[in-house]
């Protein structure tokens, strides 16, 4: 047997060590993680989906599939099909992979490259769901609230209920993030004290904005306007005052600075 037949033999035994149980495979719930089951099928002269079962010495054992059920068993040798028509499915974990060919497969076989990216991406998955629930929910103060609601008001919603609000701002992962429930609950009373004040108005469950809503918003914007001018005005009259006093050291010779450029030189 030639090399690439070896090589080829090689390719579907690895496939084989990995059968798909008779129950089927799982893809979801408990468990799922564990899952690591491969089928390798192919097609003949446009007949039914054959179904790689077993090999024995140089030939594949299959069992036909019309599209619904088992329709029976052949045996062809394995030099009868090329590499470009083997189908592959591997299921691997929650994902599955797909391989047009034994060539393609071998890449992936050989390479783990599509594996790689796998792991890559389930790290970076944990590793994002970890910090988010570490990371403390934000909690929007009641003048954050309505500005958001604004905000969102401008892109056409007309009333919200709690629960848009928390995924509009927290996305749907606050679901399942432990202080969920705490910060909606908490969310509940800002919605609420708004509508004693009469920002907003209450329809069953949801709330809409009126016209007291935004003036208090504008106000509140006009306020952090000044407050940050304020800010860069006490930076600028920080930077005057200790120039002013360096440059009164220098003038009393308390000190010295070495010239840039000594033209007497």
């Known amino acids: 047997m ?17 059968p798909i149980s008779k129950g089927g495979v799982l893809r979801m719930g408990a468990g799922v993680e564990k899952v690591d089951s491969k089928i390798i099928l ?38 009868d099909f090329q590499s470009g028509e083997y189908k592959i499915k591997h299921y691997y974990g929650s994902d599955t992979i797909y391989y047009e060919g ?11 490259l599509p594996y790689v990216m796998i792991h890559l991406r389930r790290i970076l998955e944990r590793a994002g769901a970890l910090l ?10 009641r003048l954050d609230l309505l500005t958001f609601m604004i905000e969102q008001a401008a892109e056409g919603k ?4 709690s629960l848009d609000l928390m995924t509009d701002m927290h996305s749907i992962r606050w ?36 016209g007291q809503a ?17 800010i860069k005005i006490q930076w600028l009259v920080a930077g005057l005052t200790l120039a002013t006093v360096l440059l009164a050291l220098v003038q009393a010779g308390l000190v010295k600075l070495k010239p840039v450029l000594d033209l007497a030189s």
């Open 175 to 210: 679901v399942t993030h432990p202080d969920g429930e705490s910060v909606r609950s908490r969310l509940k009373l800002y919605l609420d004290s708004l509508v004693d004040t009469g920002e907003l108005t209450k329809d069953g469950m949801n709330y809409r904005l009126n």
């Open 132 to 141: 988010y629930n570490r990371r403390r929910l934000v909690r929007k103060q």
């Open 2 to 18: 030639s090399a690439l037949g070896k090589l080829k033999i090689n390719l579907i035994d690895s496939i084989l060590r990995k």
């Open 214 to 230: 935004l003036r208090l918003v504008e106000e509140r914007s006009e306020q952090e306007r000044r407050h940050s001018q304020v």
């Open 102 to 112: 034994l060539n393609d497969y071998a890449r992936g076989y050989y390479l783990k």
């Open 42 to 79: 192919f097609q003949k002269d446009g007949g039914p989906w054959l179904i790689v079962e077993r090999r024995e010495a140089e030939d594949l054992v299959c069992s036909t599939w019309n599209g619904d059920t088992h329709a029976g068993e052949a045996r062809y040798p394995i030099g």
């Open 158 to 161: 007309s009333s919200f209920s």
